[in-house]
């Protein structure tokens, strides 16, 4: 058990490691859309812990989730500038690498986990930037007492719901875009897109979330997900 989640942390410490040097040159995937919209169990997560969540309902291109009972706990990076998300996802993840291997105030070792969720907002600042937050989905063991660590901070998620469309192949800057719209496209009409709406006007939410469960080497089964992230009036989450 430990050995495997040690070479489980091995790998993606490689496969991060080779991306964050050589940088995602000509990286294409046949697999892109090969399961938009339908649910799967990502892979990944048979192999290290992932949050659970209640599925509330299963719509046409869309699934409806609540992740509930105060067990959805992330670390997340200060919001990044940035006109890539591909790029500022290297960027958030390479701080939270460290974090996860030590470099935290308990110079503590945390397991790998999946997926690593990178929320979305417009900027204030010029040149079309958006703005980034990154965040690591802290594993139970840990959920109490993340180790604190300069530059990052921990979010809750406590009753949070979620809109997700998941999709294959490797995510980039214009596929994210494409997959939120399909995504906004589905739920227009039924009876979560007043809530939606609601949230992200009030700027509660990002205007959207991309979850990745694979390390950017794996071609094979990927799945990401785009997520809208909102509260329902009655069940106030906190942060
Ligand atoms: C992004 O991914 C889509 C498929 O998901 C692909 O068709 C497109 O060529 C990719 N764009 C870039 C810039 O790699
Ligand atoms: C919620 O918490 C209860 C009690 O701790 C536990 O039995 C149950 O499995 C949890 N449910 C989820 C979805 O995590
Ligand atoms: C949620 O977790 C936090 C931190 O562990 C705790 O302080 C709070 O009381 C919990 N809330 C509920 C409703 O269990």
Same mark, same amino acid.
């Given at each position: 058990?430990?050995?495997?989640?040690?070479?489980?942390?091995? =790998?993606?410490?490689?496969?991060?490691?080779?991306?964050? $040097?050589?940088?995602?040159? &000509?990286? #294409?995937?046949?697999? $892109?859309?090969?399961? &938009?919209?339908?649910?799967? /169990?990502?892979?990944?997560? #048979?192999?290290?812990?992932?949050?659970?969540?209640?599925? /509330? %309902?299963? &719509?046409? &291109?869309? %699934?409806?989730?609540?992740?509930?009972?105060?067990?959805?706990?992330?670390?997340?990076?200060?919001?990044?500038?940035? /006109?890539?998300?591909? %790029?500022?996802?290297?960027?958030?993840?390479?701080?939270?690498?460290?974090? /996860?291997?030590?470099?935290?105030?308990? =110079?503590? =070792?945390? %397991?790998m986990t999946a997926p690593v969720i990178t929320e979305v907002s417009p900027s204030d600042g010029p040149f079309c930037k958006s703005s980034f937050v990154v965040s690591f989905f802290v594993p139970k063991l840990n959920q109490a007492n993340p180790p604190p660590a300069k530059g990052l901070h921990v979010q809750r998620w406590n009753n949070m719901y979620v809109a997700a469309r998941q999709f294959g192949g490797h995510v980039n800057d214009s596929n994210v875009a494409v997959e939120a719209a399909v995504l906004r496209a589905s739920i227009e009409g039924t009876k979560w897109s007043g809530a939606i709406d609601k949230n992200q006007k009030a700027g509660h939410a990002s205007v959207y979330t991309v979850a990745q469960y694979n390390d950017p080497f794996e071609y094979q089964n990927r799945v990401n997900e785009i997520l809208f992230l909102f509260e329902m009036e009655s069940e106030r989450h906190a942060i």
């Open positions: 058990m430990a050995a495997a989640s040690t070479m489980i942390t091995l =790998k993606f410490s490689f496969l991060w490691s080779l991306l964050l $040097s050589v940088s995602l040159l &000509g990286v #294409k995937s046949s697999h $892109s859309h090969q399961n &938009g919209g339908r649910r799967t /169990i990502p892979p990944t997560c #048979k192999r290290i812990e992932c949050p659970t969540h209640d599925v /509330i %309902e299963v &719509g046409d &291109g869309y %699934e409806i989730r609540r992740y509930n009972n105060n067990s959805t706990v992330w670390m997340s990076t200060s919001p990044i500038q940035d /006109i890539s998300l591909v %790029e500022a996802t290297r960027t958030g993840f390479r701080s939270l690498f460290d974090y /996860i291997q030590g470099k935290n105030n308990y =110079k503590q =070792k945390i %397991e």
